[in-house]
């Protein structure tokens, strides 16, 4: 196996460790396109990493310090030694991928470090642009076909959802392993939700409301975004319109096992994956028929 290969499949190591939902998604692409998601996702993933896994203050500022003088390098040609940069070496000389979304991960990604819950929707709106929408306007240059630019407003959106989504998903792990609850601040207050609450695993009326309340921002997001697959290559529609199923599936598997997101974390099995597929199948064919004659 030659080296670039090798650091490829590295990639896939961290996107079918990190995101069973994703590898399965986007399986589907060509080999080059493939890879280049997986290039992009082990890159956002070791970003959130640097601080994710650091045990002390000093040590998130000084991995995510690292991060950014890797990129500014990366930006300039001097490639990292690091299968991880060397992967999405070979991406940017196939794609335009944007440095501007790959520095706002980053920015994303410190605002982790001096962590402030957010105060409202719009706070945890920006955030999930930072660290999620980034990833959906990085990813545009593989999967979409033709006027990217109309396109970069919706990604942003789905990339929000689907942050909005790994909130409701990870309430009690968050607090738990990290000391951080992403609910806007304002909504808990309304609620009479407290921290505490949270970590208490209190799963109340008032809990179950908050949480539609936020779920519902999240699949608005997600029916909108259904209109826009028909603009993307038609090899990465199929992917694409599972990553959005199966991602707004989990709200759904939250709710069949009654909210219960404080004391452990809920996936989707691959039994209900396959049939996902098989219903993403059949909405694709409308869709196209429908954008055809519409």
């Known amino acids: 196996?030659?080296?670039?290969?090798?650091?490829?499949?590295?990639?896939?190591?961290?996107?079918?460790?990190?995101?069973?939902?994703?590898?399965?998604?986007?399986s589907n692409l060509n080999t080059q396109d493939r890879n280049a998601v997986y290039a992009i996702y082990a890159f956002c993933r070791m970003a959130?990493?640097?601080?994710?896994?650091?045990e002390t203050h000093a040590e998130k500022v000084q991995h995510l310090d690292q991060l950014y003088k890797n990129l500014n390098s990366f930006q300039n040609?001097?490639?990292?030694?690091?299968?991880?940069?060397?992967?999405l070496a070979d991406v940017k000389n196939k794609y335009d991928i944007s440095f501007d979304m790959m520095f706002k991960q980053l920015d994303?990604?410190?605002?982790?470090?001096?962590?402030k819950q957010p105060e409202t929707l719009k706070d945890l709106e920006n955030y999930s642009g930072y660290v999620a929408g980034s990833v959906g306007v990085l990813l545009l240059p593989i999967i979409?076909?033709?006027?990217?630019?109309?396109?970069?407003?919706?990604?942003?959106?789905?990339?929000?959802?689907?942050q909005y989504t790994n909130v409701l998903r990870d309430i009690g792990e968050d607090i738990a392993k990290l000391d951080r609850v992403y609910l806007p601040k304002d909504w808990m207050a309304d609620y009479q939700i407290t921290k505490a609450d949270l970590a208490d695993s209190n799963i109340t009326p008032s809990f179950i409301n908050l949480w539609e309340k936020l779920a519902h921002e999240a699949?608005?997001?997600?029916?909108?975004?259904?209109?826009?697959?028909?603009?993307?290559?038609?090899?990465?529609?199929?992917?694409?319109?599972l990553a959005v199923l199966i991602y707004r599936e989990i709200l759904d598997e939250v709710r069949r096992n009654k909210?219960?997101?404080?004391?452990?974390?809920?996936?989707?099995?691959?039994?209900?994956?396959?049939?996902?597929?098989?219903?993403?199948?059949?909405?694709?064919?409308?869709?196209?028929?429908?954008?055809?004659?519409?």
């Open 1 to 26: 196996m030659n080296q670039l290969k090798s650091d490829y499949k590295f990639c896939e190591s961290i996107i079918k460790k990190q995101s069973k939902s994703f590898h399965y998604a986007f």
């Open 48 to 54: 959130d990493d640097a601080v994710d896994n650091a």
């Open 77 to 87: 040609n001097n490639i990292p030694d690091h299968p991880v940069w060397r992967a």
């Open 108 to 115: 994303g990604q410190k605002m982790d470090i001096d962590f």
């Open 144 to 162: 979409c076909d033709g006027k990217i630019d109309m396109r970069v407003s919706s990604a942003l959106d789905l990339g929000v959802a689907m």
């Open 219 to 241: 699949e608005k997001k997600y029916d909108a975004f259904l209109n826009e697959i028909v603009h993307y290559k038609p090899q990465a529609q199929l992917g694409l319109l």
């Open 259 to 294: 909210y219960d997101c404080l004391a452990k974390r809920q996936a989707v099995s691959a039994l209900r994956k396959s049939r996902i597929k098989m219903d993403a199948e059949k909405m694709l064919e409308s869709m196209r028929v429908g954008n055809f004659y519409g």
